[in-house]
Structures are given as C-alpha cells and as structure tokens.
C-alpha cells in the first residue's frame, strides 16, 4: 500500500464540511481484497490492540467490525480511515469522519478521516497504514512492534492534544456556534473573529487581569487581602528558611501547612505538619517550587474546590486525595495498577483524571500508614498515596454544586472579585460544605487563577457542570457578536475585480476590510503579504487580525482542491460564473467538476447565495445553497426564471436600458431600485467594459446582501477604477504615448474575450495590436482558444510566453497560438512570435503609433507596468491621445477641430 499523496483541507472541502485528511492511497496487490479476505489475521488483531474499534459504528449505524467481517466493498482504505479514526479517539482527539472512495483510478483510494490536531491526524494516518500493511502483509520478524507503535503515538499526543479543560471550552464554543482557532501546540485558543476574538488558554482569558493573577500567586499577600475584607483565612506567616518554618509553625500551633507562597497545582504543598521534623523536611521542599515559603494554620476539614466565573459560582467539588480501596485480595500495587486501567485516567492533564504513581512521595505516605506496596489491604479500607487532594496528583472530585450552603457560595463569589479575577478557583477547607463556614470555622486557604476545570466538568461522582458554557457566556454574552460577516466569491473571471470593488464600497462606508486576492491580504488597505493569498492560510490571517470588522475572502479553486476553505462558513457567498480554466488539473477535468469545486462558497452561505443567472453552471447551483435568500445577478432583462423570480418578491440585480444608456437595477421584496448607470461608474470605461459592468453587479448585490444602503453602494461604485495603484493587472489603462494601452492579466478564454470585445467598442481610429499568451500547464485545447479568443479582432498578433514555461518549450505556446491564429483566417504576416513576455510588450509599444490601441496580456504584471509608463515613444509630436479616436465624452466637436488632453488641460486643437 503506497501513499500517493497527503492532503490537510482545515475547513469544508469538496468532501466533507469539516477538517479532513486526504491520502491517497495505492493498495497494490490488494486492490481487490477486502477486509473479510483477511479474516481474524487483521481484524482480531486490530481489536486486541485498539478496544475502541469495537465500538464504531459507520454512518448507517452498523458497527464496523460486523462490516470488515461480512462486507465485500470494505477496502483496506476504509479500514486505515478507521483506525486513524479510532486512534485518535483513543488519544483524546475525538473526530467522526471515517471512509474511502475511489479515486477514479484502479487500485487508487482516497483514505478520508476527520481530525483535531493537524499533527495528530498525520500521525495517527500513517500508523495506520503501517498497522494495516502489516497485519497484511507482515514485514522481517520483530522490526514492527505493533504494541510499542502504539504507545510511541499515545506518548506523542499527549503531548498535543488539547487536554479535557480546553475540549470542553472548545464544545462549548461550537454550540454557541463560535469559531475557534488553535494557536499553538499547546492550549491556547482564539474563540470569535475579528475584532469580536477573545484568547482562552486553560482557564486563563483575555479579560484576565495580570494584576488578579499576581495578587492570587502571592500567597502571603492575597491571604492578607481576603482577611481584610473580612473573608475566612488560616492564619499565615512568610519564613526565609527552616529555622524561621519552625518557630512559625510553633506559634501558629501545630498542626499546620507548608507551601510555596507562588506555587500551583499543588506542587510543594505539605498538609498536617505535626512536629519540627516534618516542617524542617517541608521547608525544602516548597521552596524548590516558589520564590518563598509560607507556613500557615491547618484547618481541619475536607478540600473542596469553588469555581467562581464572571462573579458567579458555577461549580463546586469536594475533592479525595489520590488513593486505592482494598478488595482483601490484591496488594496496594495491584490496586494502584487496577485502578489505571480506569479510561479516564491518563499522564498529566491529559484525561479527566490522572494515573496513580508509586513513586517516593506515595511511598512515604504508605509508610506513615504504616503500609508497602505489597501490602493486601482489607476490603473496604483506604490507602492514601497523597496528602494533597489534587486532580493532577491522582485525587478524584465529588460534585457538591447543588448542596453548597449560601454562605459559602457567597463567600467563594465575593474572594474571586476581590482578587479581581473573572474566572477564579476557591480552595476552601471544611467539616461540612452544607453549613455555613461561619459554623464550622471552614476557611481559604488559597486562591487560583487559571483553575483547572476538569474535576467540574467530569466529577468521579455526582453531576457534570456546564463550566464551559458559563466562561463562554462571559466572553460572549447571548446576542453579542463573536463573529464577522465574511463575503466569499469565487468564478473563472472576474472575482480579483469583484472583491476588490466591494472591499472598496465597503472601506468607503467606514469598514476595516480584511480582504483575500490573487494579488495579496490586505488589511484596511495596506497589503500585508504579497502574492497568491486565496486559499485558507490568507483566510485565517485575515480573521486573526484584530482590528478587522468585515472579510472579503476572493476564493480561488485551486486552493479549494488542495486545502479547503479557511472558513466555516460565510454571510455572502458569490459565483461569478464557470468557464473553462486550469482543467485538467488537480483532479478537476471538466467544467461540471469545476463547477462542483466552486459551489462551495454557496453551500457554506448563510444569508445570502448571489448567483450568475446567465450562466447555467451557476444557475444550478442554488439548489445546493442552504443560504436564506439567493440573489440572481443577469445582463439579461428578458432572462425568464430572474423576472419570475422577482414577481415573486425576491432579489436580483439586473441590467437594463434606459433613456440614458444602461443602468443597474436592484429588485427587492416587490420593489424596483434604480441603482446606477454604467457610464457613472468608472471602470466600465463609459460602460464600455461589459465585464466589469457585471463585476459592478455582483459587487452591489453582495454590498446590498451585507446591509449597506444604496447611497454607500453608489459611492463607492462612483469612485472605484481600474488604475494599476487600484487594481493591478485589471483592464489598466494608460493613455500617455499618443496611443491607448490596455494591460490586463487575462489567461482563459473568456477573459481574453471579453477584453477583445471591449476593444471593439471603444473603435480606435488607428490600429489595433495585441500580445496574447497562454499558461504552460493549461491543455492544448485551451491555447488555441485563447487564441481564436483574439482571432479577427485585431491588425497586428504578437504571440509570447511567460517567464515560467511550467515544463513546455520557450516557442512552444506562442507557435501553437500561431497557428491557431492561422487555422483562425489570420494572415501569417500579421503574426509575429517573440517568446519573452518583456521582448514582446516592447515589440507592441515600437509598433505603436498615434491612435492605435495595445492590448498586453501579461503575467508578470507590476513589471509589465513599468515598461509601459517609463517606454519612450519614437512620435513624440503628440504624446496624448487623440480623443477623437477613443471618445470618453459627447462633447460636440466642430469640423476640423479635435480633442487635445495635455499638461494645461482640455482643448479643441485644428485637425492637421
């Protein structure tokens, strides 16, 4: 079984709606041998070393061993699905995706398996494989240890899996229907988006005072502030080494208690003090773990733990030391051993409750019982192993939320604010939590920040609390936003320009926009990276960023194909149009499986699903959107299902003829909008540019869906063009040489097209020349149309090749687009080929003369730019433009006269 190939989608994908990795899987000599061929050779084996996996069930609720055993379509890749599934499980990363599907190529399966961690999910993938392979197929004696394999991946997720305190902080944020992102290896988690995150690590927020944690280290200081305040504490003295300890000790009278005066979880704590001896040996031993030690009095009682969130007491437990109960029967090590095989309990904080350990703190607690781990205790009788009562020392919690007397509920709630905390734990020692402390002379005797809250979560005994659900409510109160609005779009053409323009409507209405694009992530109009940014990982910069209130996320298919979305879901999400573009590649060969990989954006639309009535691919999709309201964006006014759709009260953006020209109209709930006429807008160049005049539509539907009003929408339409500093690489227009040059990225059929069709409409009176090129790893097929794209429509063909040939020869592309062009009606001396992108866009501009019009297809665009600005042209007579040829206005010229634009204005100039 050969691995192929690894994908991580971190958001919903073409599979699923949900984290997912992707092998690609080669079974070889297996292909056609399913799970049952191997009978108990595999599957016992794999029971025997992961329990878990007699518990899963598939989607149809058949219990998955059952399958492996009697189904004839189980393949090996479904059973690596499951394991990894079930590793992960068994590794405290719970996830619930586990199948294979063909992968459109014999013996090729494509392994899909939920994950967590994105670290885990590999690990637990390729352990899985190597189980598989080898219950199958067994390799050289001893060099595969199924068991040691095993525990090598436990070892290595416990060191990063989120621990239960965080995956019940993280359930209870996806309830609420909160985002949330892990930041690091460890537990630190941005909840929300935007400029409405919070962080949580543990228990431990963003709204967490530093001043309130340092006041809650500080033993010595924080006892003396509660005792101010009138609070229950046991009397406390700092000391500096053990002489001072034991003349503390005395005066306080014995028993009493030894601690670090900044410790936690227990560390250094030494309970029921006796004599000089114990406190001597404590000393040392708090002060290993603090910057100082305190002794203090020892109130009598049981260890309760008080939970205290947003001032309010949510939980509380009584908490049992680490210990084992005897059977009369087994020795304290076997009980110790028994009681680890509990699934709860796991290393560290890892699982809801810790392993006991044998170790010398546990020895010297069994000596003082007079007790050895060999000893066979009577039924019934206890073996303490700890003095302390902390979870991550082996105790266990009983919960005691619903008995806690109201005066200690308010005392627990009244320490917390004192401190100042808004999440704060309260040790706090009585005889009888049900009675008042002022009865039992029950007291604190310390304050945490960051409080564990897995004994609350998860109790040994008693009632589990919904703590993640109240610290989620304090961050996030019900009915303040946790989330931005994001507005998605993705098509064949046109969405650089779309989301660009809506990111510009909205900056204009006074938004942070944090925008995606083929060009860069931008943050309220300052690039922040440069490049490619339109898959997930430019997603997530966005929504990190803390001051951004709205997201433009431009969604490119091919980082759909390799990672999926790097969102959720989104408020609007567009579809330009599907046209023919990067076929044949990652997987997607025609224009319906293109089309299946763009009509993700709408399938993960909440609000609003706004669709390309004219295009059927698009058309189709609105049954896939579980979006409240789609909104048909069309050129087409007769289009029959957008004015049935419309008679119906729904919305749509249409473009339709007016005594002015063309106009954009908005229909909505039975009204009619006029919005704007296209010749006011200037980057349809007088309403001209036919595309961007689409471009236009999609931005104010998606502007209109976000709840901008119309006057914000119009201005930001009025003020946005298509200069380079604007919108590079898109229909710039540059008209200083005495002749027009147009400079745009186009790459696909379409795209080019549209831009030979503008030229057209703006009838230069001279010549009209282009530099057409195409990719290299596009398809044979999509060359020559680029090329038939421009057939006929020009005087002068330059065919050129960008500077990365993606593995074809230099002339190979511009040749091929010659002959195209030739097969095409072309003369072949109107054809020249100049392989290098900058040899050809000089050729264009040398070739150039007053009035004639360049079109430059470019890849390399910002470079392309400069070379036309900065070229010097050999008719300096004129360097404007003679408008007469490109008219932009309707001014009445008179006979004889023209226009003439240069450095002191507007002017009519005799005709030569």
């Known amino acids: 079984m050969k691995l192929r190939s690894t994908s991580v989608y971190v958001g919903p994908n073409i599979f699923a709606k949900k984290p997912l990795i992707r092998f690609t899987l080669d079974l070889g000599k297996f292909a056609d041998r399913c799970a049952a061929d191997f009978g108990d050779r595999l599957i016992e084996p794999l029971i025997e070393a992961l329990p878990g996996l007699a518990q899963e069930k598939t989607d149809a609720g058949e219990a998955f061993v059952d399958r492996m055993r009697s189904a004839r379509d189980c393949d090996l890749g479904e059973v690596v699905a499951r394991v990894a599934l079930t590793l992960q499980k068994l590794a405290a990363a719970p996830t619930d995706i586990a199948r294979s599907e063909p992968a459109g190529e014999d013996g090729v399966v494509e392994v899909l398996f939920g994950y967590v961690s994105r670290r885990i999910g590999l690990e637990a993938g390729d352990l899985a494989r190597l189980i598989v392979l080898e219950l199958v197929d067994p390799g050289p004696a001893g060099k595969f240890n199924l068991m040691d394999e095993i525990d090598d991946f436990f070892d290595f997720a416990s060191r990063r899996s989120l621990g239960p305190s965080a995956m019940a902080l993280v359930k209870a944020a996806e309830e609420r229907d909160i985002p949330w992102i892990r930041l690091n290896e460890d537990s630190l988690i941005q909840l929300g988006q935007g400029k409405y995150q919070k962080r949580i690590e543990a228990a431990l927020t963003s709204q967490t005072s530093n001043t309130a944690v340092d006041i809650a280290k500080d033993k010595e200081f924080c006892t003396q502030l509660l005792y101010d305040l009138g609070l229950p504490v046991p009397e406390q003295r700092y000391v500096r080494d053990e002489k001072a300890a034991v003349a503390a000790a005395e005066r306080i009278g014995y028993p009493v208690v030894v601690k ?22 404590a000393f040392d031993k708090a002060a290993k773990e603090g910057s100082g030690v305190v002794v203090e009095q020892m109130i009598p009682g049981a260890d309760h733990r008080l939970l205290v969130v947003d001032g309010n007491l949510v939980a509380a437990a009584k908490r049992v030391p680490a210990r084992v109960v005897g059977d009369g029967r087994s020795t304290i090590e076997e009980l110790v051993e028994k009681e680890n095989q509990d699934p709860r309990r796991g290393v560290g904080h890892e699982n809801m409750l810790t392993r006991l350990e044998l170790d010398k703190g546990a020895l010297r607690m069994l000596d003082g019982q007079g007790l050895r781990p060999d000893s066979v205790l009577e039924e019934g009788r206890e073996a303490y192993l700890r003095r302390t009562a902390n979870l991550s020392t082996g105790g266990t919690a009983v919960d005691v939320t619903e008995t806690i007397h109201p005066d200690n509920k308010l005392m627990a709630e009244r320490a917390i604010k004192a401190v100042g905390l808004d999440i704060g734990g309260v040790d706090f020692l009585t005889t009888d939590i049900t009675t008042s ?368 040939l993606r593995g074809r020869e230099p002339r190979e592309i511009p040749e091929m687009m010659r002959d195209a062009l030739i097969a095409a009606g072309v003369a072949p001396d109107a054809i020249e080929v100049i392989p290098g992108e900058l040899d050809a866009i000089d050729r264009a501009l040398e070739l150039a003369r007053r009035n004639d019009l360049v079109l430059l297809f470019a890849a390399a665009v910002a470079r392309a730019w400069k070379r036309i600005i900065y070229f010097s042209p050999a008719d300096k007579s004129e360097e404007r433009i003679d408008e007469a040829a490109n008219p932009v206005s309707d001014i009445d010229v008179p006979d004889g006269y023209r226009i003439v634009r240069d450095e002191r204005g507007v002017r009519l100039a005799l005709r030569d």
């Open 260 to 281: 670090p005066v900044d410790g936690n979880h227990g560390r250094g704590v030494s309970i029921n003090l006796k004599n000089e001896d114990d406190v001597w040996d």
């Open 437 to 804: 402390y002022r009865e039992t002379g029950g007291a604190i005797c310390e304050i945490n920040a960051g409080p564990g809250i897995r004994m609350h979560i998860s109790p040994s005994e008693g009632e589990p609390r919904d703590v993640g659900g109240a610290v989620m409510d304090m961050l996030f109160p019900p009915g303040e936003p946790s989330c931005i609005p994001i507005a998605a779009l993705t098509g064949t053409n046109g969405k650089t320009t779309t989301s660009r323009m809506l990111g510009h409507i909205l900056k204009m209405s006074g938004h942070v926009v944090g925008q995606t694009s083929t060009d860069a992530v931008s943050i309220d109009g300052n690039v922040t990276v440069k490049g490619d940014m339109t898959g997930p990982t430019a997603a997530s910069m966005v929504l990190r960023d803390p001051d951004v209130d709205i997201a433009v996320m431009e969604t490119a298919r091919g980082g759909i194909v390799r990672a999926g979305l790097g969102y959720q879901y989104c408020d609007v999400g567009a579809v330009l149009n599907v046209s023919s573009d990067h076929l044949g590649m990652g997987g997607v060969d025609t224009l319906d499986d293109l089309a299946r990989v763009k009509r993700l954006v709408v399938e993960v639309a909440r609000d609003t699903a706004v669709l390309n009535a004219d295009n059927i691919y698009t058309l189709k999709m609105a049954e896939h959107s579980p979006a409240k309201h789609i909104c048909y964006v069309s050129r087409n006014p007769g289009n029959a299902l957008v004015q049935e759709h419309i008679k119906l009260g729904h919305r749509a953006v249409v473009l339709e003829r007016g005594a002015n020209g063309e106009q954009i109209v908005l229909y909505d709930h039975e009204s009619q909008i006029p919005l704007i006429w296209t010749h006011l807008i200037p980057a349809t160049i007088e309403g001209k540019a036919t595309h961007n005049v689409e471009n236009a539509m999609f931005a104010a539907a998606m502007a209109y869906s976000l709840g901008l009003t119309l006057d914000q929408i119009r201005a930001g339409l009025r003020t946005f063009n298509n200069s380079f500093y604007q919108s590079p690489g898109r229909m710039n227009v540059f008209d200083e040489h005495g002749f027009r040059v147009i400079l745009d990225y186009g790459h696909n059929e379409a795209a080019i097209a549209s831009m030979a069709d503008l030229v057209q409409r703006l009838e230069p009176r001279g010549k009209k020349i282009v530099c057409v090129t195409c990719p290299g790893d596009r398809r044979d097929e999509d060359v020559t149309a680029n090329a038939r794209a421009v057939a006929g429509k020009f005087d002068i063909y330059i065919c050129h090749t960008d500077d990365d």
